[in-house]
């Protein structure tokens, strides 16, 4: 059965660092996501990606932010400068049609010294 | 405001009993989503539920909605402990994106 695959599993930086976490979502999947858990806390969204464009984003969203589809497998989001509240759980998600459940990946845990 | 709020936030029970998780929302919604989340692992998708569905059910899952009261409930038949994990309700807000807003758990631990 086709899964998302996400990559680094576990990756620490130093504060003000530029961080670049993969995921590689099912393929024939249109709608990608990008959500967050601080630990302990709820599963937030991020951004949504539609088209090769973004779709939505949070307030969390901010320009440190940014996402990218460059070669249709791969789908990355970039912090460009780290912060200790960074540190969290990033999941990719995706669907095919517009009502459909949303298919996780394992996630990354991001870790900012 | 809060959307798809969980409770009870913690429930622990005997292996081969019922857990009911109870999730309201706030908005009008497109559907209505449960999740798994094993301790510090990925979300499992367990089933989704349109806002003109009343009841459906997969295996030992049973999930309601009622639209009129912005709730849905999640129901665990014959529980075994490799039910113990955190369970999450997610919906897609009624005219917007699909994106996903969760609640914040129900962590349900089954004991042996």
């Known amino acids: 059965e086709p899964e998302v695959t996400q990559t680094p599993s576990h990756q620490v930086t130093q504060m003000g660092q530029e961080v670049i976490l993969r995921c590689v979502p099912i393929?024939?999947?249109?709608?990608f996501y990008w959500y967050r858990q601080i630990l302990g806390q709820k599963v937030e969204f991020l951004v949504s990606f539609y088209n090769n464009e973004i779709s939505e984003k949070s307030e969390i969203f901010d320009d440190q932010f940014s996402v990218e589809r460059p070669d249709g497998s791969n789908f990355t989001l970039k912090i460009r400068s780290t912060k200790l509240e960074d540190s969290a759980m990033y999941f990719c998600?995706?669907?095919?049609?517009?009502?459909?459940?949303?298919?996780f990946g394992p996630g990354t845990r991001l870790t900012v010294l | 405001s809060q959307q798809g709020e969980e409770d009870p936030q913690a429930l622990s029970i005997q292996e081969g009993e019922n857990a009911t998780m109870n999730c309201s929302y706030k908005t009008s919604i497109n559907n209505l989503q449960w999740y798994r989340q094993n301790s510090g692992r990925g979300l499992v998708h367990l089933i989704l539920?349109?806002?003109?569905?009343r009841e459906k059910h997969s295996g030992r899952l049973r999930v309601t909605l009622d639209t009129s009261k912005k709730s849905s409930s999640l129901l665990i038949t014959a529980s075994r402990a490799a039910d113990t994990a955190s369970y999450f309700c997610?919906?897609?807000?009624?005219?917007?994106?699909?994106?996903?807003?969760f609640g914040k758990g129900t962590k349900l631990t089954v004991n042996p």
């Open positions: 393929s024939n999947h249109l709608y």
């Open positions: 539920i349109r806002s003109n569905e």
């Open positions: 998600a995706g669907h095919l049609a517009e009502v459909d459940e949303q298919f």
């Open positions: 997610a919906t897609v807000t009624q005219g917007g994106s699909e994106k996903l807003v």
